[in-house]
Protein backbone atom coordinates (compact mmCIF):
# COMPACT_ATOMS: atom_id res chain seq x y z
CA UNK A 1 0.00 0.00 0.00
CA UNK A 2 1.02 3.50 -0.70
CA UNK A 3 1.63 6.59 1.75
CA UNK A 4 -1.10 8.08 2.95
CA UNK A 5 -1.20 11.43 1.18
CA UNK A 6 -4.43 13.09 1.91
CA UNK A 7 -3.60 15.93 -0.82
CA UNK A 8 -3.51 13.44 -3.64
CA UNK A 9 -6.69 11.50 -2.11
CA UNK A 10 -8.52 14.76 -1.79
CA UNK A 11 -7.48 15.47 -6.11
CA UNK A 12 -9.89 12.18 -6.32
CA UNK A 13 -12.92 14.40 -5.13
CA UNK A 14 -13.91 16.74 -8.38
CA UNK A 15 -16.50 18.30 -5.62
CA UNK A 16 -14.10 19.77 -3.13
CA UNK A 17 -12.05 21.35 -6.28
CA UNK A 18 -14.52 24.49 -6.18
CA UNK A 19 -14.83 27.66 -4.65
CA UNK A 20 -17.21 29.11 -2.43
CA UNK A 21 -18.13 32.68 -2.18
CA UNK A 22 -14.99 32.93 -3.91
CA UNK A 23 -12.71 31.12 -1.24
CA UNK A 24 -11.32 27.28 -2.00
CA UNK A 25 -14.00 25.00 -0.31
CA UNK A 26 -13.06 23.63 3.02
CA UNK A 27 -15.83 21.22 4.00
CA UNK A 28 -16.43 19.93 6.99
CA UNK A 29 -19.57 18.73 7.21
CA UNK A 30 -18.77 15.38 6.82
CA UNK A 31 -21.00 13.56 9.79
CA UNK A 32 -24.13 14.96 7.57
CA UNK A 33 -23.12 13.22 4.35
CA UNK A 34 -19.46 12.65 2.56
CA UNK A 35 -18.44 14.25 -0.76
CA UNK A 36 -17.64 11.24 -3.44
CA UNK A 37 -14.99 10.02 -4.86
CA UNK A 38 -14.23 9.48 -8.90
CA UNK A 39 -14.70 5.89 -8.86
CA UNK A 40 -17.70 6.34 -7.09
CA UNK A 41 -19.07 8.46 -9.69
CA UNK A 42 -17.67 6.42 -12.69
CA UNK A 43 -19.39 3.35 -11.12
CA UNK A 44 -22.79 4.69 -11.39
CA UNK A 45 -21.90 6.52 -14.67
CA UNK A 46 -20.90 3.02 -16.22
CA UNK A 47 -24.23 1.35 -14.46
CA UNK A 48 -26.44 3.57 -16.50
CA UNK A 49 -23.92 3.92 -19.39
CA UNK A 50 -24.14 0.60 -20.06
CA UNK A 51 -25.58 -1.82 -18.06
CA UNK A 52 -29.29 -0.28 -16.69
CA UNK A 53 -31.70 -3.16 -16.42
CA UNK A 54 -33.53 -4.31 -13.40
CA UNK A 55 -32.59 -6.51 -11.59
CA UNK A 56 -33.72 -10.88 -10.86
CA UNK A 57 -35.92 -10.42 -13.74
CA UNK A 58 -34.57 -10.12 -16.99
CA UNK A 59 -33.27 -13.17 -19.03
CA UNK A 60 -31.25 -10.93 -21.10
CA UNK A 61 -27.77 -9.45 -21.36
CA UNK A 62 -28.18 -5.82 -19.28
CA UNK A 63 -30.32 -7.56 -16.95
CA UNK A 64 -27.77 -10.09 -15.88
CA UNK A 65 -24.94 -8.00 -15.91
CA UNK A 66 -26.86 -5.60 -13.56
CA UNK A 67 -28.10 -7.93 -11.13
CA UNK A 68 -24.34 -9.43 -10.83
CA UNK A 69 -23.23 -6.04 -10.13
CA UNK A 70 -25.73 -5.33 -7.06
CA UNK A 71 -25.04 -8.93 -5.83
CA UNK A 72 -20.78 -8.26 -6.41
CA UNK A 73 -21.80 -5.24 -4.81
CA UNK A 74 -23.41 -6.96 -1.57
CA UNK A 75 -21.26 -9.57 -1.35
CA UNK A 76 -18.25 -6.69 -1.02
CA UNK A 77 -20.45 -4.48 1.58
CA UNK A 78 -20.98 -7.61 3.78
CA UNK A 79 -17.39 -8.28 3.86
CA UNK A 80 -16.66 -4.89 4.87
CA UNK A 81 -18.51 -5.27 8.06
CA UNK A 82 -17.39 -8.77 8.44
CA UNK A 83 -20.42 -10.02 7.96
CA UNK A 84 -20.37 -14.31 8.10
CA UNK A 85 -22.64 -14.40 4.70
CA UNK A 86 -23.69 -11.45 2.09
CA UNK A 87 -27.52 -13.10 2.77
CA UNK A 88 -27.39 -11.44 6.01
CA UNK A 89 -27.30 -8.20 4.21
CA UNK A 90 -30.65 -6.68 3.05
CA UNK A 91 -30.30 -3.18 1.42
CA UNK A 92 -32.29 0.22 2.19
CA UNK A 93 -31.98 3.39 1.54
CA UNK A 94 -30.14 3.93 4.67
CA UNK A 95 -29.21 3.88 8.32
CA UNK A 96 -32.79 5.16 9.22
CA UNK A 97 -34.74 2.84 6.82
CA UNK A 98 -32.73 0.22 8.30
CA UNK A 99 -33.75 0.95 11.96
CA UNK A 100 -37.45 1.24 10.85
CA UNK A 101 -37.32 -1.84 9.23
CA UNK A 102 -36.37 -4.12 12.61
CA UNK A 103 -39.25 -2.16 14.32
CA UNK A 104 -41.55 -3.35 12.22
CA UNK A 105 -40.41 -6.76 10.53
CA UNK A 106 -39.21 -7.89 14.05
CA UNK A 107 -40.57 -5.53 16.90
CA UNK A 108 -44.23 -6.14 16.09
CA UNK A 109 -44.04 -9.61 16.27
CA UNK A 110 -41.75 -9.47 19.14
CA UNK A 111 -42.37 -6.86 22.26
CA UNK A 112 -45.73 -6.77 23.65
CA UNK A 113 -47.31 -4.94 26.36
CA UNK A 114 -44.91 -4.24 29.47
CA UNK A 115 -41.50 -4.86 27.43
CA UNK A 116 -38.95 -2.45 27.83
CA UNK A 117 -36.94 -0.67 24.20
CA UNK A 118 -33.40 0.33 26.20
CA UNK A 119 -31.78 3.43 24.12
CA UNK A 120 -29.46 6.19 25.29
CA UNK A 121 -29.89 10.15 25.13
CA UNK A 122 -27.26 9.63 22.75
CA UNK A 123 -29.32 8.83 19.72
CA UNK A 124 -30.30 10.37 16.74
CA UNK A 125 -33.62 10.70 16.01
CA UNK A 126 -33.34 8.09 13.25
CA UNK A 127 -32.94 5.71 17.00
CA UNK A 128 -35.48 7.15 18.89
CA UNK A 129 -38.65 7.67 16.93
CA UNK A 130 -39.32 4.78 15.48
CA UNK A 131 -38.79 2.86 18.83
CA UNK A 132 -41.12 5.55 20.11
CA UNK A 133 -43.96 4.40 17.70
CA UNK A 134 -43.27 0.59 18.27
CA UNK A 135 -43.64 1.51 21.83
CA UNK A 136 -46.68 2.91 21.85
CA UNK A 137 -48.21 0.55 19.00
CA UNK A 138 -47.58 -2.32 21.42
CA UNK A 139 -47.88 -1.14 25.14
CA UNK A 140 -44.10 -1.44 25.77
CA UNK A 141 -41.85 1.23 27.65
CA UNK A 142 -38.55 3.34 26.68
CA UNK A 143 -35.67 3.89 28.84
CA UNK A 144 -32.57 5.71 28.29
CA UNK A 145 -29.02 4.79 29.15
CA UNK A 146 -27.73 8.42 30.43
CA UNK A 147 -25.02 10.27 29.98
CA UNK A 148 -22.45 11.76 31.99
CA UNK A 149 -21.26 15.60 31.55
CA UNK A 150 -18.20 14.52 28.92
CA UNK A 151 -21.01 13.41 26.81
CA UNK A 152 -20.36 9.39 27.93
CA UNK A 153 -22.56 6.63 28.26
CA UNK A 154 -23.27 6.44 32.00
CA UNK A 155 -22.81 2.27 32.09
CA UNK A 156 -22.71 1.79 35.44
CA UNK A 157 -26.20 2.26 35.24
CA UNK A 158 -26.77 -0.70 33.02
CA UNK A 159 -27.33 -3.98 35.54
CA UNK A 160 -30.02 -1.77 36.60
CA UNK A 161 -31.26 -0.45 33.36
CA UNK A 162 -31.50 -4.44 31.90
CA UNK A 163 -33.83 -7.17 32.87
CA UNK A 164 -36.07 -9.92 31.46
CA UNK A 165 -37.89 -6.87 30.80
CA UNK A 166 -35.81 -5.80 27.80
CA UNK A 167 -36.61 -6.90 24.80
CA UNK A 168 -34.15 -4.80 23.05
CA UNK A 169 -30.58 -2.64 23.27
CA UNK A 170 -30.52 0.05 20.13
CA UNK A 171 -27.63 2.00 20.45
CA UNK A 172 -25.49 4.12 18.05
CA UNK A 173 -22.00 2.76 17.37
CA UNK A 174 -20.56 6.63 17.14
CA UNK A 175 -22.51 9.69 17.93
CA UNK A 176 -22.73 12.05 15.49
CA UNK A 177 -23.48 15.12 17.74
CA UNK A 178 -20.65 14.93 20.10
CA UNK A 179 -18.26 12.17 18.23
CA UNK A 180 -18.44 9.49 21.46
CA UNK A 181 -17.59 6.00 20.36
CA UNK A 182 -19.34 3.43 22.45
CA UNK A 183 -18.15 0.49 23.57
CA UNK A 184 -20.81 -1.22 21.42
CA UNK A 185 -19.06 -4.91 22.62
CA UNK A 186 -19.30 -4.75 25.87
CA UNK A 187 -23.20 -3.26 25.92
CA UNK A 188 -23.72 -6.23 23.88
CA UNK A 189 -22.63 -9.12 25.79
CA UNK A 190 -24.53 -7.29 28.96
CA UNK A 191 -27.62 -7.00 26.89
CA UNK A 192 -26.99 -10.75 25.60
CA UNK A 193 -27.35 -11.81 29.15
CA UNK A 194 -31.19 -10.65 29.66
CA UNK A 195 -31.83 -12.34 26.17
CA UNK A 196 -32.54 -8.63 24.46
CA UNK A 197 -31.61 -7.81 21.09
CA UNK A 198 -28.78 -5.89 20.02
CA UNK A 199 -28.90 -2.80 17.18
CA UNK A 200 -26.63 -1.02 16.56
CA UNK A 201 -27.41 2.62 14.38
CA UNK A 202 -23.66 2.45 12.78
CA UNK A 203 -24.35 5.23 10.60
CA UNK A 204 -21.63 7.01 12.10
CA UNK A 205 -19.55 3.46 12.90
CA UNK A 206 -18.68 2.00 9.80
CA UNK A 207 -16.89 5.24 8.26
CA UNK A 208 -14.40 5.63 10.64
CA UNK A 209 -13.23 2.44 11.68
CA UNK A 210 -13.37 -1.14 10.84
CA UNK A 211 -16.42 -2.57 11.35
CA UNK A 212 -16.82 -6.13 12.76
CA UNK A 213 -20.09 -7.04 13.44
CA UNK A 214 -19.31 -10.23 14.72
CA UNK A 215 -17.02 -9.23 16.61
CA UNK A 216 -18.87 -6.59 18.25
CA UNK A 217 -21.29 -9.51 19.15
CA UNK A 218 -24.35 -7.90 17.92
CA UNK A 219 -27.62 -8.96 16.20
CA UNK A 220 -27.98 -6.00 13.80
CA UNK A 221 -25.99 -3.33 12.55
CA UNK A 222 -27.97 -0.60 10.09
CA UNK A 223 -25.38 2.07 8.40
CA UNK A 224 -25.50 4.11 4.98
CA UNK A 225 -23.45 4.65 2.35
CA UNK A 226 -23.66 8.36 1.40
CA UNK A 227 -21.84 8.82 4.79
CA UNK A 228 -18.74 6.76 3.34
CA UNK A 229 -18.24 8.07 0.14
CA UNK A 230 -21.18 6.11 -1.57
CA UNK A 231 -24.51 7.59 -3.00
CA UNK A 232 -27.55 8.98 -1.28
CA UNK A 233 -30.61 6.49 -0.74
CA UNK A 234 -28.92 3.40 -0.05
CA UNK A 235 -27.66 1.75 2.73
CA UNK A 236 -27.89 -1.41 4.90
CA UNK A 237 -29.09 -3.66 7.35
CA UNK A 238 -27.37 -6.36 8.60
CA UNK A 239 -28.69 -8.87 11.31
CA UNK A 240 -28.09 -12.33 11.44
CA UNK A 241 -29.41 -14.94 9.21
CA UNK A 242 -31.75 -16.70 11.68
CA UNK A 243 -33.04 -13.75 13.13
CA UNK A 244 -33.93 -12.37 9.48
CA UNK A 245 -35.27 -15.70 8.55
CA UNK A 246 -37.48 -15.48 11.71
CA UNK A 247 -39.02 -11.98 10.97
CA UNK A 248 -42.00 -11.19 9.17
CA UNK A 249 -41.65 -9.50 5.90
CA UNK A 250 -41.31 -5.74 6.05
CA UNK A 251 -43.01 -4.31 2.94
CA UNK A 252 -44.60 -6.36 0.34
CA UNK A 253 -45.28 -6.14 -3.42
CA UNK A 254 -42.61 -7.68 -6.33
CA UNK A 255 -39.16 -9.00 -5.88
CA UNK A 256 -40.04 -10.21 -2.09
CA UNK A 257 -42.42 -13.37 -2.95
CA UNK A 258 -41.75 -16.97 -4.02
CA UNK A 259 -45.40 -18.04 -4.80
CA UNK A 260 -48.75 -15.56 -4.89
CA UNK A 261 -51.97 -17.17 -4.11
CA UNK A 262 -55.61 -15.26 -4.02
CA UNK A 263 -55.40 -15.35 0.02
CA UNK A 264 -51.95 -15.90 0.96
CA UNK A 265 -48.43 -15.55 -0.21
CA UNK A 266 -45.29 -17.32 0.15
CA UNK A 267 -41.81 -15.37 0.87
CA UNK A 268 -38.50 -15.34 -1.17
CA UNK A 269 -35.34 -15.96 0.77
CA UNK A 270 -33.64 -13.68 2.92
CA UNK A 271 -32.64 -11.00 2.22
CA UNK A 272 -34.89 -10.47 -1.12
CA UNK A 273 -37.89 -11.10 1.71
CA UNK A 274 -36.72 -7.34 2.83
CA UNK A 275 -36.62 -5.77 -0.51
CA UNK A 276 -39.84 -5.25 -2.34
CA UNK A 277 -39.98 -3.72 -5.66
CA UNK A 278 -36.92 -2.55 -7.88
CA UNK A 279 -34.57 -1.61 -5.50
CA UNK A 280 -31.67 1.42 -6.15
CA UNK A 281 -29.58 -0.68 -8.11
CA UNK A 282 -27.02 1.96 -8.88
CA UNK A 283 -26.63 2.97 -5.51
CA UNK A 284 -26.01 -0.34 -4.36
CA UNK A 285 -23.14 -0.08 -7.06
CA UNK A 286 -21.77 2.49 -5.70
CA UNK A 287 -21.44 1.49 -2.21
CA UNK A 288 -19.90 -1.13 -3.61
CA UNK A 289 -17.65 1.40 -5.46
CA UNK A 290 -17.25 3.37 -2.12
CA UNK A 291 -16.10 0.37 -0.08
CA UNK A 292 -13.43 -0.62 -3.01
CA UNK A 293 -12.13 2.98 -2.95
CA UNK A 294 -11.73 3.35 1.03
CA UNK A 295 -10.38 -0.19 1.20
CA UNK A 296 -7.74 0.75 -1.06
CA UNK A 297 -6.70 3.89 0.84
CA UNK A 298 -6.94 1.43 3.67
CA UNK A 299 -8.88 1.40 6.93
CA UNK A 300 -6.27 1.66 9.14
CA UNK A 301 -4.60 4.63 7.34
CA UNK A 302 -7.98 6.77 7.55
CA UNK A 303 -9.00 6.45 11.15
CA UNK A 304 -4.39 7.22 11.91
CA UNK A 305 -5.25 10.28 9.66
CA UNK A 306 -8.07 11.15 11.68
CA UNK A 307 -7.20 10.60 14.94
CA UNK A 308 -4.10 13.19 13.98
CA UNK A 309 -6.54 15.57 12.31
CA UNK A 310 -8.93 15.57 15.13
CA UNK A 311 -6.13 15.66 18.30
CA UNK A 312 -5.08 19.05 16.13
CA UNK A 313 -8.87 20.85 15.22
CA UNK A 314 -9.87 20.21 19.48
CA UNK A 315 -5.98 21.76 20.51
CA UNK A 316 -6.61 24.37 17.72
CA UNK A 317 -10.31 25.42 18.18
CA UNK A 318 -10.30 24.61 21.85
CA UNK A 319 -7.61 27.11 22.46
CA UNK A 320 -10.32 29.87 20.77
CA UNK A 321 -11.19 31.87 23.44
CA UNK A 322 -14.85 31.54 24.11
CA UNK A 323 -15.16 28.21 22.48
CA UNK A 324 -16.29 25.22 23.82
CA UNK A 325 -16.20 21.79 22.79
CA UNK A 326 -18.84 18.78 23.46
CA UNK A 327 -17.87 15.40 24.33
CA UNK A 328 -15.45 12.80 25.80
CA UNK A 329 -12.29 15.06 26.82
CA UNK A 330 -9.81 11.50 26.29
CA UNK A 331 -9.12 11.30 22.08
CA UNK A 332 -9.47 7.59 22.63
CA UNK A 333 -13.54 7.97 23.22
CA UNK A 334 -14.29 10.29 20.15
CA UNK A 335 -14.26 10.55 16.63
CA UNK A 336 -13.48 13.01 13.94
CA UNK A 337 -16.39 15.07 15.06
CA UNK A 338 -15.94 18.40 17.37
CA UNK A 339 -19.20 19.84 18.30
CA UNK A 340 -18.60 23.42 19.91
CA UNK A 341 -20.25 26.44 20.98
CA UNK A 342 -18.08 30.01 20.87
CA UNK A 343 -19.61 32.62 23.32
CA UNK A 344 -23.34 33.91 22.62
CA UNK A 345 -22.83 33.44 19.07
CA UNK A 346 -25.54 31.49 18.14
CA UNK A 347 -24.21 28.28 15.84
CA UNK A 348 -26.63 29.27 13.13
CA UNK A 349 -24.39 32.49 13.02
CA UNK A 350 -21.36 30.91 13.33
CA UNK A 351 -22.26 28.04 10.52
CA UNK A 352 -23.44 31.43 7.69
CA UNK A 353 -19.75 33.40 8.71
CA UNK A 354 -17.85 30.29 8.05
CA UNK A 355 -20.07 29.96 5.10
CA UNK A 356 -19.10 33.19 3.77
CA UNK A 357 -15.44 32.05 4.07
CA UNK A 358 -16.14 28.75 1.91
CA UNK A 359 -16.29 26.60 5.41
CA UNK A 360 -19.19 24.48 4.96
CA UNK A 361 -20.02 23.16 8.46
CA UNK A 362 -22.99 22.02 10.49
CA UNK A 363 -25.30 24.24 12.91
CA UNK A 364 -28.22 23.38 14.83
CA UNK A 365 -29.41 20.03 16.84
CA UNK A 366 -27.63 17.33 14.70
CA UNK A 367 -31.20 15.03 14.62
CA UNK A 368 -29.96 14.72 18.60
CA UNK A 369 -32.34 16.96 20.83
CA UNK A 370 -31.91 15.00 23.75
CA UNK A 371 -28.35 15.75 23.53
CA UNK A 372 -28.97 19.68 23.42
CA UNK A 373 -31.04 18.88 26.31
CA UNK A 374 -28.57 17.29 28.39
CA UNK A 375 -26.44 20.07 28.11
CA UNK A 376 -29.08 22.47 27.91
CA UNK A 377 -27.96 24.29 25.15
CA UNK A 378 -30.34 24.30 21.68
CA UNK A 379 -27.75 23.74 19.07
CA UNK A 380 -23.82 23.58 18.28
CA UNK A 381 -21.63 24.55 15.58
CA UNK A 382 -20.30 21.32 14.34
CA UNK A 383 -17.06 20.13 12.21
CA UNK A 384 -16.66 16.65 10.73
CA UNK A 385 -13.45 15.70 9.37
CA UNK A 386 -13.09 12.64 6.90
CA UNK A 387 -9.89 11.23 4.67
CA UNK A 388 -9.69 14.12 2.41
CA UNK A 389 -9.05 16.65 5.50
CA UNK A 390 -6.18 18.23 6.09
CA UNK A 391 -4.60 20.66 8.47
CA UNK A 392 -4.91 23.95 6.55
CA UNK A 393 -8.63 22.98 6.47
CA UNK A 394 -8.61 23.16 10.41
CA UNK A 395 -6.25 26.05 9.89
CA UNK A 396 -8.91 28.01 7.62
CA UNK A 397 -11.61 26.93 10.14
CA UNK A 398 -9.73 28.74 13.01
CA UNK A 399 -9.17 31.95 10.66
CA UNK A 400 -12.70 31.46 10.02
CA UNK A 401 -13.93 31.65 13.84
CA UNK A 402 -11.56 34.53 14.53
CA UNK A 403 -14.15 36.57 12.14
CA UNK A 404 -16.80 35.17 14.16
CA UNK A 405 -15.18 36.54 17.09
CA UNK A 406 -14.11 39.87 16.28
CA UNK A 407 -17.76 40.40 15.05
CA UNK A 408 -19.40 38.65 18.61
CA UNK A 409 -16.64 39.67 20.80
N1 LIG B 1 -27.77 7.84 13.04
C1 LIG B 1 -26.75 8.69 13.08
C2 LIG B 1 -25.80 8.62 14.25
C3 LIG B 1 -26.55 9.61 12.06
O1 LIG B 1 -25.52 10.45 12.10
C4 LIG B 1 -27.46 9.63 10.97
C5 LIG B 1 -27.31 10.63 9.85
N2 LIG B 1 -27.14 11.93 10.28
C6 LIG B 1 -28.51 8.71 10.97
C7 LIG B 1 -28.63 7.83 12.02
C8 LIG B 1 -29.48 8.66 9.85
O2 LIG B 1 -28.84 8.26 8.68
P1 LIG B 1 -29.59 8.36 7.28
O3 LIG B 1 -30.13 9.77 7.19
O4 LIG B 1 -28.52 8.10 6.29
O5 LIG B 1 -30.67 7.36 7.28
Not at 33 to 49: F, G, H, I, M, W
Not at 192 to 215: C, F, P, R, S, Y
Not at 271 to 279: M, N, V
Request: charged share 20%.
Amino acid sequence: MTAFDPIKIRSEFPALDQTVNDKPLVYLDNAATSQKPKAVLDALERYYTRDNANVHRGIHELSRRATVAYEDARIKVAQWINAPDSDELVWTRGTTEAINLITIAWGLDNVGEGDEILISTMEHHSNIIPWQLLARRKGASLRYIEMDSQGRLILDDLPSLLSERTKVVALGHVSNALGTVNPIKDIAAAAHEVGALVVVDGAQGAVHTKVDVQDLGVDCYAFSGHKMCGPTGIGALWARKDLLESMSPYQGGGEMIHFVGREESTWAKVPHKFEAGTPNIAGAIGMGAAVDFLAGVGMDAIAAHEDELLAYAIEQVGSIEGVHIYGPESLEERSAVVSFTLGDAHPHDISTILDAEGIAVRAGHHCAQLVMKHFGIAATARASFYLYNTKDDVDRLVEGLGIVRGIFG
